[in-house]
């Protein structure tokens, strides 16, 4: 078979290429996936499907099944001809020598080198493009005219036919416009892109910068922590020794005391037998020159020591403290559980929801903790501290210095709003919502979308919260609200870092489902 013969048998019928990804249907013809599945999206609407070369039916759209064998022939026929394949697309008119085409002309269906295109430009009414290996594409898959308008309704290409017949009444825009509007959004979009690109690059960099000096600072937090520690086990191991030589010197003290009292008791024994001796004599002059009888009639001798003596032993287990030891002990043990490894993170602040600023299709628990969307208005009075408009409820408290937390469970939630808030943020309006204007500051869930906002700047969260509760920490003096999602181990979503210049309010936003808050204040 001549190569020209072969090249007719390997091209698709829809973009008269030679085929890419073949598949067929089930009538036996080939198309590139591409080109079938362009023109199937196009008939999807039509009420049924057809082979665009036999235009045999189907009711349901046909699936594709891809032609291996196929494929391995038009490969194994484009690379026995790198020339022809590599110089891309050539004039139709030079067929003697093929020559690059530099325009393609849509209404002849042919493509023009610099020599054809002279010729052709002094004829009326042809359209000139790129050129381009489907010219398929740039028609009509209904009318197969050329496609010269964008329907904005319908958000798709449209020929004269169409504009006259399933566009009729529609909003019209040529190519031109409708692709420079695009293109114009398109650019905003990569301004805006460019700039969160900056923005994550700042971020980076600060927290590289951040990182070093963690790293740099590590080693001697490390030493000095190691020290501490060290000494710590040391003084509470000689603590526990001496702790212990008292207890086992306790009943070896008892038994001093016990050999001492026997020996006193016997000295007593000798002096009350040596007395009774003397009474027992009958010269007086005997009695009388009784050397020693000073010593003997001295009963007080160390009796005030053996009481006192007596008395600790039997009242205070010998000396040792045991009570106090136990409450040092205690008061130690304390201290340690008190010791929180995120430096970060203070007691959690006991949150307390403001009834008077609550929206009146917000339903307020009696515990003031739990927030929910009411299907019933409540007859609430307007006042300024209510919110007009916008789902939402402030706390009571208010916090101007210190470290704070406080956390919320959102259970199956998938519309809220929870953050921190200026007493002075809107009540009515758009503007009144959490993270929408320079004086709150936010995060989010609306559907499967969550993400953070302040001044109405918005940071998306990828991946999303896998828990259902949520912390938000305060650092008023360093100017710092922080949003952690309580998982295992807990994951920080993102910090907001400025000067605060009022005192701020815990904010709820719910518009789906219910909020509850958590937690107790033991926060400086």
């Known amino acids: 078979m001549a190569s020209g013969d072969l090249r007719a048998e390997l091209e ?4 008269l290429n030679i085929y890419t990804d073949p598949v067929n249907l089930r009538c036996g ?18 009420g049924g499907y057809s082979c665009p070369e036999c235009r045999e039916k189907f009711q349901d759209r046909p699936a594709l099944h891809r032609n291996i064998t196929l494929r391995n022939i038009a490969g194994n026929f484009l690379s026995s001809q790198p020339n022809q394949e590599d110089s891309g697309v050539f004039c139709t008119y030079c067929v003697d020598s093929p020559v690059p085409a530099v325009r393609s002309c849509l209404l002849c269906e042919v493509y023009l080198c610099d020599k054809h295109l002279r010729v052709h430009k002094k004829s009326p009414g042809h359209i000139l493009c790129d050129p381009t290996l489907s010219m398929e594409n740039r028609k009509c898959s209904v009318h197969k005219k050329i496609l010269e308008y964008y329907c904005t309704e319908d958000y798709t290409c449209a020929c004269m036919l169409c504009v006259i017949g399933g566009h009729k009444g529609h909003k019209m825009e040529s190519l031109g416009e409708a ?9 905003n979009v990569l301004q805006k892109l460019l700039t969160k690109r900056a923005e994550t690059e700042e971020r980076v960099q600060s927290l590289q910068e951040h990182r ?16 501490l520690f060290r000494d710590l086990r040391r003084r509470l191991e000689d603590l526990e020794k001496r702790i212990l030589r008292e207890i086992s010197r306790r009943a070896e003290r008892i038994s001093i005391s016990i050999r001492d009292l026997e020996i006193k008791k016997e000295k007593l024994s000798r002096k009350m037998r040596h007395i009774e001796e003397l009474c027992n004599m009958t010269d007086p002059l005997t009695v009388l020159q009784e050397s020693d009888t000073g010593d003997l009639c001295d009963t007080e001798d160390g009796d005030n020591e053996d009481r006192e003596r007596h008395e600790k032993l039997l009242h205070d287990g010998g000396g040792l403290d045991v009570a106090g030891i136990s409450h040092t002990l205690h008061t130690l043990s304390d201290i340690m559980r008190g010791v929180n490894v995120d430096f970060y993170i203070q007691g959690a602040a006991d949150i307390l929801l403001d009834v008077n600023t609550a929206y009146n299709l917000l339903h307020i628990s009696d515990d003031r903790k739990t927030v929910s969307r009411s299907d019933v208005k ?26 704070h937390y406080w956390e919320v469970d959102v259970g199956e939630t998938d519309g809220w709003r929870v953050g921190m808030c200026y007493p ?7 503007q009144s919502l959490i993270g929408y204007n320079n004086k709150s500051w936010g995060l989010y869930r609306d559907g499967d979308q969550y993400g953070l906002r302040h001044d109405n700047k918005e940071i998306l969260l990828t991946p999303n919260l896998s828990s259902n509760r949520v912390r938000i920490d305060l650092d008023y003096e360093a100017g710092r609200i922080s949003f952690y999602d309580l998982c295992d181990p807990i994951r920080h979503l993102h910090t907001f870092t400025t000067t605060f210049t009022e005192p701020l309010h815990a904010g709820i936003c719910v ?12 926060g400086k």
């Open 179 to 187: 692709s420079e509007k695009k293109k114009n959004k398109l650019r």
């Open 12 to 15: 698709c019928s829809v973009c």
């Open 424 to 430: 002075s943020i809107d009540r009515r309006g758009g």
């Open 29 to 46: 013809h080939n198309f590139c996936r591409v080109c079938i599945d362009r023109v199937l999206d196009t008939q999807g609407g039509s």
């Open 511 to 522: 518009w789906r489902g219910c909020i509850k808050i958590c937690g107790r204040n033991q």
């Open 212 to 227: 070093r000096k963690v790293e740099e600072e590590a080693p001697g937090d490390t030493e000095r922590v190691t020290v």
């Open 378 to 403: 409540h007859n609430r009075p307007e006042t300024p501290e209510r919110f007009q408009g916008s789902y939402q409820v402030l706390s009571s408290q208010s916090f101007s210095s210190g470290r």
